[in-house]
């Protein structure tokens, strides 16, 4: 749960908008973006794809704490809205949100299991429900991530978000009885144990109309005696 450090990275004004000049960055090496947030007008930039890349690729992800560098001055920013071209995956657009250290803002943090379950390895299967926790926080407080430990977890047990460990300075707004995960019997299992089920109340029924049976066959048998006995 260690906090992220923060990242330089070098920007360059942006002259002109549109398709035409976008496309032209691009083929340049370069990503169109906007730093915008602190009531300042929207400025428009560009940066290195490469060094984009490297920066949204550390342990905190899209939460990464950006010292971005506009006309010289340092800007502390975190990227926001991060487009990618479907086809290709390359970056296509990313916005800045400028933010300040003393001021909380809000991010998703992801959820990261260590550990392997007892239940799982008697056979049982993790379920995870939840893969991010909404928080609240100063920036330079942003988890790369929430560590859950699912060692001692065996099968029918659960975790729920007020299960989980958090890091002082962080404030959960996802609900509390909210499930994380679970680890549970396999599907396959749980038929096998009903079809099982079935099969053995089935049997003592049929088991049991033949014990109600036999009665009336003896007394059949024994009403049959007696006519033979009147007629000799």
């Given at each position: 749960?260690?906090?992220?450090?923060?990242q330089?990275?070098?920007?360059?004004l942006?002259e002109?908008?549109g398709k035409?000049?976008?496309?032209?960055?691009?083929?340049?090496?370069?990503?169109?973006?906007?730093?915008?947030g602190?009531?300042?007008?929207?400025?428009?930039?560009?940066v290195?794809?490469?060094?984009l890349?490297?920066?949204?690729?550390?342990?905190?992800?899209?939460?990464?704490?950006?010292?971005?560098v506009?006309?010289?001055?340092?800007?502390?920013?975190?990227?926001?809205?991060?487009?990618?071209?479907?086809?290709?995956?390359?970056?296509?657009?990313?916005?800045?949100?400028?933010?300040?250290r003393?001021e909380?803002?809000?991010v998703?943090?992801?959820?990261h299991?260590?550990?392997?379950?007892?239940?799982?390895?008697?056979?049982g299967?993790?379920?995870?429900?939840?893969?991010?926790l909404?928080?609240?926080?100063?920036?330079?407080?942003?988890?790369?991530?929430?560590?859950?430990?699912?060692?001692?977890l065996?099968v029918?047990?659960?975790?729920?978000?007020?299960?989980?460990?958090?890091?002082?300075?962080?404030?959960?707004l996802?609900?509390?009885?909210?499930?994380?995960?679970?680890?549970?019997?396999p599907?396959?299992?749980?038929?096998?144990?009903?079809?099982?089920?079935?099969?053995?109340?089935?049997a003592?029924?049929?088991?049991?109309e033949g014990?109600?049976?036999?009665?009336?066959?003896?007394?059949?048998?024994?009403?049959?005696?007696?006519e033979e006995?009147?007629?000799?």
């Amino acid at each position: 749960m260690a906090k992220q450090k923060e990242q330089k990275l070098q920007t360059e004004l942006r002259e002109g908008t549109g398709k035409g000049v976008a496309r032209k960055l691009r083929q340049s090496g370069r990503v169109p973006a906007v730093l915008y947030g602190h009531g300042q007008d929207a400025v428009a930039l560009s940066v290195d794809s490469r060094d984009l890349y490297h920066l949204l690729h550390t342990g905190a992800g899209s939460n990464v704490l950006v010292d971005l560098v506009v006309d010289g001055a340092d800007h502390l920013a975190m990227p926001r809205e991060i487009q990618r071209d479907a086809i290709r995956g390359s970056f296509w657009h990313v916005d800045f949100l400028e933010v300040s250290r003393d001021e909380t803002i809000t991010v998703d943090v992801p959820i990261h299991v260590v550990g392997e379950s007892v239940g799982v390895k008697q056979g049982g299967v993790l379920e995870h429900h939840l893969w991010d926790l909404h928080v609240e926080c100063l920036p330079g407080d942003v988890p790369e991530a929430i560590e859950v430990d699912i060692t001692a977890l065996e099968v029918g047990d659960s975790l729920k978000v007020m299960d989980l460990t958090i890091p002082s300075g962080v404030t959960v707004l996802t609900g509390e009885d909210e499930s994380v995960l679970a680890v549970v019997v396999p599907q396959a299992r749980e038929v096998e144990e009903a079809e099982a089920e079935a099969a053995a109340e089935a049997a003592e029924g049929a088991e049991g109309e033949g014990e109600g049976g036999e009665p009336g066959a003896e007394g059949a048998a024994g009403e049959g005696s007696s006519e033979e006995g009147g007629e000799s």
